[in-house]
């Protein structure tokens, strides 16, 4: 080792010297991965100190853009495939019991990313209510089931749903206050069943016009989302699921700008003409489109 190399190394160390003793163990894990990991990186690149505070500028940049309805640090998190492979460990970790299960029926619903634009709090509907009315986009009926991986269905099973406009602009990007759109709660029947109306979605970009979208510029990628409505799915007993259901003749399903499309959850969207009759029994006076979609919780 060069006297070079040593140095740098005593500096990862002595670093590591000064946890306290009594720190949280699993603080203590964190921050030992995250030391040893970057220095080992700025060791690699051979950073050069101009470079480091370009990457300290674009970190200040990202948080001086977050405000009550933007969070540039999810979009960065999102956007670098970090978020995803979180979801992804966890909900492995959560259903390691249920995936490891042979009498299972069926696996749990995958999950996927919750994104920035999740409003707690929604307004609780009935089933079959239409939360896309008045909203750009052609309607669209949801339906289908919850049932554990045995296939029992999960009475009360609480489906909080949100989603874009037929545009693809969110609520919270909306200009002034215009309160909650495209958004409610619902819960299954008897029969785990779950219905209602909403519109169908539409691919759009994530916020490009910040150092996020700099980023994503200088990588030579795209900042588009194939169209997709998200599902929080949750009851006391089961492991909750966030995830997306996916519009199968969207584009960009195979580059997400967020990483967060599987195939389990791309649906078709059945397309019926003005003046049909829909599930609910009504004469439609414009296209509408019909998706079907059972999701699986594992026991807790």
């Not at 896309?132 to 049932?147: L, V």
Request: aromatic share 8%.
């Amino acid at each position: 080792m060069t006297q070079q190399q040593h140095q740098t190394a005593d500096i990862t160390q002595a670093v590591l010297d000064r946890l306290a003793d009594d720190a949280d163990p699993r603080f203590r894990q964190i921050i030992t991965g995250v030391v040893r990991h970057a220095h080992a990186l700025i060791r690699e690149l051979d950073l050069e100190p101009d470079e480091w505070m370009a990457a300290i500028q674009f970190l200040t940049r990202v948080g001086q853009t977050c405000d009550a309805k933007r969070q540039e640090f999810i979009l960065l998190s999102d956007t670098l495939g970090i978020s995803m492979l979180v979801v992804q460990l966890d909900q492995a970790r959560r259903s390691k019991a249920a995936l490891a299960d042979k009498t299972a029926k069926a696996r749990p619903t995958e999950a996927t990313v919750q994104g920035p634009f999740y409003w707690e709090g929604a307004p609780v509907l009935p089933l079959g209510s239409d939360i896309g009315k008045g909203m750009p986009g052609e309607p669209a009926y949801y339906s289908g089931r919850i049932t554990d991986t045995h296939g029992k269905p999960i009475a009360n099973c609480c489906l909080d749903v949100w989603s874009g406009d037929g545009e693809g602009v969110y609520d919270m990007q909306m200009d002034g206050d215009v309160g909650m759109r495209l958004r409610g709660r619902f819960h299954t029947d008897s029969e785990g069943g779950y219905r209602f109306w909403s519109i169908k979605p539409f691919y759009y970009p994530v916020p490009a016009d910040g150092p996020v979208g700099d980023m994503l510029r200088a990588m030579g990628r795209h900042p588009n989302r194939p169209g997709h409505i998200h599902m929080m799915v949750y009851r006391d007993g089961y492991v909750p699921v966030t995830t997306h259901l996916f519009a199968a003749d969207s584009p960009y399903l195979d580059s997400d700008a967020v990483f967060g499309v599987r195939d389990s959850l791309i649906v078709p969207y059945e397309r019926h003409d003005k003046g049909t009759k829909a599930p609910d029994g009504r004469a439609m006076d414009r296209p509408w489109h019909a998706a079907k979609y059972d999701f699986v919780l594992a026991p807790a």
